[in-house]
């Protein structure tokens, strides 16, 4: 009703400029016709075409705040945290392991208008795994369906250290289980070092080591194990369209594996495994000159290394050196 009110008056304005002006020249106008009550349709039409556009920017900033991902993994070995979940004593053979992830983020500025980035992201994931062997593995699993994972996370670029922190909840389901669940806290923080190398690459604005911490702890089945990581990765353009990257991961446990895996020989605090990783990603959509309203459609390959330290290695615990890898395919908008 308050739109509506504001429209008349500003179609009455309108009207009331050349009323106005006809009535500061007698006698030009005289003996004609008193205005069309119906030309008020006129402002009505301008006012539309100068509020449509407004309009139409609101639409479209409220419609840029969202984003959503959608990636499908095949590996050939569920390992998590140096844990191989797709390892069992009688395999003859790497049955392939299936898993799906989904993110949906909301720029909070953009939602309300701002400008982007400004107050943060907020995210919503969720994490899919199934296991092609999963009843060899285990004839009591009822399913494939290994882990279904949610996680809420709100991330923010501290823009005077080029630092992005996150900090977030994952709530783990295992559904091959009979349901078993357990949930952890976690925080991370992600350095653009480009600053640090301005000596030797002046016109450098993309990070050369890219230094990354992560800290999660479990409040369930871990009973407050934690678990830290600090990796190193960097991106090498081959092509226009192609990237390799290398990386390299510390992992360290603090009471985590052997608490999750119900094994107390296993507790241990200090470095787990260092990871060995080289990644190489294609974007599609560029490529093959794919349309920006379709999206953006990535492919990747990669491959890891996980150099276990050796007191892992006891208890059939599938802790343990190994090498696995895998390809994904991404698509966002």
């Not at 450098?204 to 409040?219: H, K, M, R, T």
């Not at 871990?222 to 192609?242: K, N, P, R």
């Amino acid at each position: 009703m308050r739109m509506m009110t504001c429209t008349w008056m500003r179609a009455l304005l309108v009207l009331a400029v050349p009323l106005a002006a006809a009535a500061q020249v007698p006698g030009e106008n005289a003996g004609a016709e008193a205005p069309d009550a119906s030309n008020t349709e006129v402002g009505d039409s301008l006012v539309a075409d100068e509020t449509a556009p407004a309009a139409d920017a609101r639409t479209d900033s409220l419609l840029d705040s969202f984003s959503f991902d959608i990636t499908y993994y095949l590996y050939s070995d569920y390992v998590f945290r140096g844990m191989n979940f797709s390892e069992y004593a009688t395999e003859r053979g790497e049955a392939l392991n299936h898993q799906m992830t989904t993110t949906l983020g909301v720029d909070c500025a953009q939602l309300f208008g701002g400008e982007e980035g400004k107050w943060g992201t907020f995210a919503f994931d969720t994490f899919w795994e199934w296991y092609e062997d999963q009843r060899d593995l285990d004839p009591a699993s009822p399913n494939a369906l290994q882990e279904v994972d949610w996680t809420f996370s709100y991330s923010y670029e501290v823009a005077p250290i080029a630092t992005t922190a996150t900090a977030g909840l994952s709530l783990y389901t295992f559904p091959s289980t009979n349901g078993a669940t357990t949930e952890e806290w976690f925080v991370s923080l992600e350095h653009n070092d480009a600053w640090m190398w301005k000596w030797l690459f002046p016109e450098n604005e993309d990070g050369v080591f890219n230094p990354s911490i992560l800290y999660a702890q479990d409040i369930d089945e871990a009973a407050g194990g934690a678990w830290i990581e600090f990796g190193l990765s960097h991106d090498f353009v081959l092509f226009e369209d192609l990237t390799l990257t290398p990386l390299i991961t510390f992992a360290f446990d603090r009471r985590y594996i052997g608490r999750t895996l119900g094994d107390p020989e296993l507790e241990d605090v200090g470095l787990a495994y260092t990871q060995y990783g080289l990644e190489v990603g294609y974007d599609v959509s560029s490529g093959l000159k794919i349309p920006e309203e379709y999206g953006g459609i990535t492919l990747q390959g990669f491959i890891y290394f996980n150099n276990t330290r050796d007191r892992y290695n006891i208890n059939d615990s599938n802790v343990e050196n190994i090498v696995f890898g895998g390809m994904s395919l991404g698509w966002s908008f």
